[in-house]
């Protein structure tokens, strides 16, 4: 007699039994009601954005767990590390011009962790870094972005180049996961201090996200209009929302691996 599935397990093998767009409609249901439930729990939603940095921060502390532990990259994309410097080397530069807070001294903080976790990679770990799976070409997403930035930036008073550099950022930051998605795509097989590292740029996409789109509707639009006019706006919520939905397939993965008690987590084919 098999033992009974406990519930949370029953509901995970339901929805991966669904077909493509129930799944789908499932997922836009659930933010939906994760969105109305921040609302009613988290009064200055600001502090969302701010939890938003300091996971990620989180998750790059489990990263460096893993290097000085486990003394191993395997399974680690240096190349979306070094798109992740890229990003906030950048907004660091904008905080520094632009306006100086809380967000900056996390940025710093984050930054300051990325580049320990490239030296190693680069240099100290060097032979267990899987250069052959790490095979995602770094212009594919940084071209795009700079002219992405030259045609669609802000249009407050700073600086030319530092509004051009503000939407390059923004835009790098929602892509800069792709390269370790990559590698988990061609290796199958995530270890779990990576899966940790992945799962907490979801939920920091997702909190980020969430900042954003609650930010919109509290101020019922003008929000969009503070922060310029023409495309802009709207890309600024697009990027936000697209770096959320990259990562959302393998979120579902983590949390059904999670719950199913297994330490190493399996992708199925095309999950990422």
């Known amino acids: 007699m098999m033992p009974p599935r406990r519930p949370?397990?029953?509901?995970?093998?339901?929805?991966?039994?669904?077909?493509?767009?129930?799944?789908?409609?499932?997922?836009?249901?659930?933010?939906?009601?994760?969105?109305?439930l921040i609302r009613a729990i988290v009064h200055d939603h600001d502090n969302l954005f701010v939890a938003a940095e300091a996971?990620?921060?989180i998750g790059i502390s489990v990263l460096l767990y893993k290097l000085m532990k486990e003394k191993t990259c395997a399974g680690l994309s240096l190349k979306s590390q070094e798109?992740?410097?890229?990003?906030?080397?950048?907004?660091?530069y904008c905080s520094f011009v632009m306006e100086y807070d809380i967000h900056t001294v996390l940025d710093m903080a984050t930054l300051a962790t990325t580049v320990w976790v490239?030296?190693?990679?680069?240099?100290?770990?060097?032979?267990?870094?899987?250069?052959?799976?790490?095979?995602?070409?770094?212009?594919?997403?940084?071209?795009?972005?700079?002219?992405?930035?030259?045609?669609?930036?802000?249009s407050t008073s700073h600086h030319f180049v530092n509004r051009i550099a503000w939407a390059f950022c923004v835009y790098l930051e929602a892509v800069s996961v792709l390269p370790q998605l990559r590698v988990m795509q061609n290796t199958k097989i995530v270890e779990p201090f990576t899966a940790h590292y992945v799962f907490a740029l979801g939920v920091a996409r997702f909190l980020s996200c969430a900042h954003w789109v609650l930010q919109v509707l509290d101020s019922r639009g003008h929000l969009l209009v503070a922060l310029g006019y023409g495309l802009w706006p709207s890309m600024v919520l697009i990027s936000e929302i697209v770096q959320t939905f990259i990562l959302a397939d393998f979120c579902y993965y983590?949390?059904?691996?999670?719950?199913?008690?297994?330490l190493v987590l399996r992708l199925p084919s095309g999950v990422v």
């Open 83 to 92: 798109l992740t410097a890229i990003f906030l080397a950048v907004r660091l």
């Open 55 to 57: 996971v990620h921060s």
């Open 8 to 36: 949370i397990q029953a509901v995970l093998t339901w929805v991966r039994r669904q077909p493509p767009k129930v799944k789908a409609f499932l997922a836009v249901i659930s933010g939906m009601a994760a969105l109305v």
């Open 118 to 154: 490239i030296y190693l990679i680069r240099f100290k770990l060097k032979s267990s870094y899987m250069e052959d799976k790490d095979n995602f070409a770094l212009y594919y997403v940084v071209v795009p972005c700079a002219i992405l930035a030259l045609l669609i930036h802000p």
């Open 254 to 262: 983590y949390v059904k691996s999670v719950f199913g008690g297994q």
